[in-house]
């Protein structure tokens, strides 16, 4: 019986998820002027370089502290707000976590970045409106991703995105690519063209904005996103191997034919950082994976008799991905990026 015990104690403790990764106290950026003290339960902290941290206690309660600057003196008061490690909870066995985390004030937190400026006017400290920028529900942003016109690695496309915001702080987004040069990423192009070349993509995307606060910067909005990319590409491709025949060797050059299918599936964590009122960049890196799905159609090569030609071995693997049957289907898959583009 004690060790039943024991495990359900250990399933509870292990997966509550903000008693464990939070500690008892949190980090909050006040963005003042230099030379503001900002009072906090007794103590003084002064505002150097524009901004200046506190580090209050964990709880239910309201946080509060006071700023001044010569005369001006402003007492503020900010509600608590709910970490989102909390909800990760949702993940854990049977939501075990949940009955340790809701007993317990680490489960609260404040937000991160708090700016404030001087009203000369009614003597006295203000939040302005104008920072941090935040989305609101029924925001739209459309965007392009440079990057993928000049992409070596793989396919360069031409994009066009559109994101949404479902309510304040979660968006979806939607993507279009199109395929409109040659490929780049190979090395030298396919002497024969066989099919013309082609390929389009889509991106999916849910965003959750602001549930985690890494930047010290208070206008940059963070974000932790699930994104799905669907691609599919047909075009040429050009290798060499030995054939071996009754103890005859002899060179031959192939051009194939590959149609490609390509299902990519990430996590990422980005920043969107306004440039002035309407534009907007986005960059963004995660991990996930990459499923392969690749045909040749017209192949005479093949693999168990006939050997690549070492000769040009930087082409070749890298073509060998290309190659049906030669690789695992599936990969890690390593994101990085940005897109640029303009909030209505």
């Not at 009955?99 to 203000?126: A, C, G, M, W």
């Not at 995660?286 to 006939?306: A, H, M, S």
Request: glycine share 4%.
């Amino acid at each position: 019986m004690k060790q039943y015990c024991f495990l359900v104690f250990a399933l509870v403790l292990l997966n509550s998820c903000t008693t464990i990764l939070h500690s008892k106290k949190t980090k909050v950026n006040i963005h003042a002027p230099n030379n503001t003290k900002v009072t906090y339960k007794g103590e003084e902290f002064v505002v150097t370089d524009n901004t200046v941290a506190i580090f209050p206690q964990r709880s239910k309660d309201t946080l509060t502290f006071e700023l001044s600057n010569d005369s001006i003196s402003t007492a503020f008061a900010f509600r608590k707000r709910t970490s989102g490690l909390f909800f990760l909870n949702f993940l854990s066995p049977y939501y075990a976590g949940f009955l340790v985390d809701f007993t317990n004030p680490k489960r609260f937190t404040y937000k991160r970045h708090l700016v404030f400026e001087i009203d000369s006017t009614q003597n006295n400290f203000f939040s302005p409106n104008t920072q941090p920028i935040t989305f609101k529900k029924n925001d739209l942003f459309v965007y392009t991703t440079p990057l993928k016109a000049i992409d070596v690695f793989s396919q360069p496309m031409l994009t066009l995105g559109a994101e949404y915001f479902v309510t304040d702080n979660i968006s979806v987004s939607a993507e279009y690519g199109t395929v409109f040069t040659k490929r780049i990423g190979s090395g030298r192009n396919p002497d024969i063209n066989i099919v013309k070349n082609k390929g389009r993509a889509f991106r999916y995307e849910l965003k959750y904005y602001n549930l985690l606060s890494i930047s010290s910067n208070p206008r940059v909005n963070e974000y932790i996103g699930l994104e799905s990319r669907f691609i599919r590409y047909q075009f040429n491709e050009d290798i060499s191997y030995i054939r071996e025949l009754e103890e005859i060797r002899f060179p031959i050059d192939e051009t194939l034919v590959v149609r490609k299918s390509v299902n990519v599936f990430n996590i990422k964590y980005g920043l969107n950082y306004p440039i002035g009122k309407h534009l907007f960049i986005d960059v963004y890196s995660g991990f996930g994976i990459r499923i392969f799905d690749i045909k040749n159609l017209n192949r005479n090569y093949n693999p168990e008799t006939d050997t690549l030609d070492d000769d040009d071995r930087w082409h070749l693997d890298f073509r060998r991905r290309n190659i049906e049957g030669l690789n695992q289907d599936r990969h890690f898959n390593f994101t990085l990026g940005f897109k640029f583009g303009y909030k209505f």
